[in-house]
């Protein structure tokens, strides 16, 4: 469970897994949705296709 090349897998399985993840590029490989948590407050949530392609969310939460 702990190698990320698992993961994907898990998803076929129907399990729902929360993590915490900073890598903006592995996050969209595994994800369906993502949230944005800025200083406690949720700033953004959707699908990982809708952050992708919001321009303002990755300029100012993602830097990407």
């Given at each position: ?9 898990l ?5 729902t ?21 800025e ?12 952050l ?9 939460y993602?830097?990407?």
């Amino acid at each position: 469970l702990c190698d990320p090349k698992f993961w994907p897998e898990l998803k076929t399985l129907g399990l729902t897994i929360l993590f915490a993840e900073q890598n903006m590029h592995f996050a969209k490989d595994v994800s369906d949705r993502a949230y944005v948590i800025e200083k406690g407050h949720l700033r953004y949530q959707g699908t990982m296709a809708e952050l992708v392609a919001n321009e303002e969310v990755k300029a100012k939460y993602l830097m990407i």
